[in-house]
């Protein structure tokens, strides 16, 4: 008899579609059957900072639409290389806000662990461009520094996994910290931000939801979605499992020009989510990163759309308009006055 060879170590689903992620914009172009559209695509800014995209992302994309809402979060253009005054390396000050290995406490009552520096995708306006976070993640030694950090600090009642994305870490070792938190008595309430329920549905798998079911604490997750058009069937059943698992499901979306800066869009967007289960929660002014201006709506355009939003939404699906101001102690909303300002349309 033929001894049977050893039986390779199945990757789970999520990781496998993980590491398929397209990250050549030729391929993306290609998929897309744009291959020949006239896009200042950008082999310079692909470089600064990779394009990086699941497949099943790529497949909510429109087929031949240059100007796909989704497409336009993750392609890398010509116009992230034009330097734009105000525009920075540490749009919202958490360089200086570190207090501890990868821990920013900044608010009060909840103390945000940047768990990793990982993502699934690479969304061209967010901040980690020009920040991998290599050494600093909470994750790292066991989570010791960060876990020192909130046992030492009985004000911290809300232990907040951000990144990077959180969910990129696998279930076993965000166990390893829920297991350490659970003796630590002031600590109430969980919140994950994560977009791989929305970019990357299949990272909700049993194993996670099982993890997450068995917590001692309420928990929030928030996800981040941007359009309606990120949502189909795959992320409706994530969705389902999560709210099955116990969780509460939040959305905060940046106002992003091109992509969601019509009434419509933002609509849309809300009615979408909420039929998923998921309640919208902040609208972001764009934090302003180096190589990201062109996304950038004024307040007196996000005033008028949000305006416009409450006029015709149910009160429960309109966001809150902010803005992260670094030094503040909370979200800033965002008012006609709100940031001494003058807007046009007040000008
Ligand atoms: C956004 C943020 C939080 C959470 O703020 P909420 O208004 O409670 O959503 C906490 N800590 C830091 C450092 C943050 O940037
Ligand atoms: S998922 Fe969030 S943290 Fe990751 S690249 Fe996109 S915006 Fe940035």
Redesign the pocket.
Known sequence: MIPAAPLPMQPRRWQQAWREAVRDPRELLALLGLQDAALAVSEEAAVQFALRVPRGFVARMRHGDPHDPLLRQVLPLDAELRAAPGFGLDAVGDGA?KAGHGV?H??AG?A?LVATGSCAVNCRYCFRRHFPYAEETAAAGGWRAALAVIAGDPTIEEV?LSGGDPLSLATSKLAELTDALRSIPHVRRLRIHTRLPIVLPERVDDELCAWLAALPWPVAIVVHANHANEFDASVDAAMRALRDAGAVLLNQAVLLRGVNDTVDALAALAERGFAAGVLPY?LHQLDRVAGAAHFEVDDATALALHAALVARQSGYLVPRLVR?VAGDA??RAVLPTGDGRITPSMA
Do not use: D, G, N, W
């Open positions: 806000a920013i900044k608010y909840r945000l907040l902040y992260e909370s979200k």
